[in-house]
């Protein structure tokens, strides 16, 4: 069965430096997420992606993170000056119109 | 505001026993209910989809609109049942899922 693959799994990093995190979908899938969860809370929702366009954002999503879609295969969010309260694991999902959405295993984001 | 309630944060029960963990919504229109279950350091996976109406290992969740929940069950309760459950919500003029805070399973033998 095809998977969303996500990497790295741990990505350590300090205070105010950029990180990217990176994501593989679903080939046939046209709709692509990140959520974050931070430690002992619900998993939230950060920003939908369609058609090489934000379709949604959540309030979490600022102007400090942005995703793109490099090529036909990769999907990134990229955290521009992280700080201490970005640590969580983030989760990258996709799906087709009007079907669930498929998760990848999450990236940990340890922010020192 | 939309919001999914799961007000269990551990269910502990013997193998054998019968499973209902709690999910309620609030949100005014139709919604679409998802139960995602999270295996040991494992990714969430979909386990049922209310629009499917159908049992996977032995779940079943409906949807009471009258009394906006979407509990999921199982009659039998199996040691590999333990993990992390979430369920989630969508609303029908958007593609996010909205998460409850989880309840985790425990299965004891």
């Known amino acids: 069965e095809p998977e969303v693959t996500q990497t790295p799994s741990h990505q350590v990093t300090q205070m105010g430096q950029e990180v990217i995190l990176r994501c593989v979908p679903i080939?046939?899938?046209?709709?692509f997420y990140w959520y974050r969860q931070i430690l002992g809370q619900k998993v939230e929702f950060l920003v939908s992606?369609?058609?090489?366009?934000?379709?949604?954002k959540s309030e979490i999503f600022d102007d400090q993170f942005s995703v793109e879609r490099p090529d036909g295969s990769n999907f990134t969010l990229k955290i521009r000056s992280t700080k201490l309260e970005d640590s969580a694991m983030y989760f990258c999902?996709?799906?087709?119109?009007?079907?669930?959405?498929?998760f990848g295993d999450g990236t940990r984001l340890s922010i020192l | 505001a939309q919001r999914v309630t799961q007000p269990e944060k551990l269910l502990s029960v013997f193998k054998g026993a019968p499973v209902e963990l709690k999910c309620n919504y609030s949100?005014?229109?139709?919604?679409?209910l998802f139960w995602y279950v999270q295996y040991s350091r494992q990714r969430l996976q979909l386990l049922l989809r209310?629009?499917s109406r159908e049992s996977i290992k032995g779940f079943t969740a409906d949807l009471n609109k009258g009394e906006t929940s979407f509990h999921l069950k199982k009659p039998f309760a199996q040691e590999e049942d333990s993990a992390m459950y979430y369920c989630?919500?969508?609303?029908?003029?958007?593609?996010?899922?909205?998460f409850g805070t989880g309840t985790r399973l425990q299965v004891f033998p």
């Open positions: 999902a996709s799906s087709g119109p009007n079907q669930p959405q498929h």
């Open positions: 080939s046939n899938h046209l709709y």
């Open positions: 992606f369609y058609n090489n366009e934000i379709s949604e």
């Open positions: 949100y005014s229109g139709s919604p679409e």
């Open positions: 209310h629009i």
């Open positions: 989630a919500f969508r609303s029908y003029n958007t593609d996010k899922l909205i």
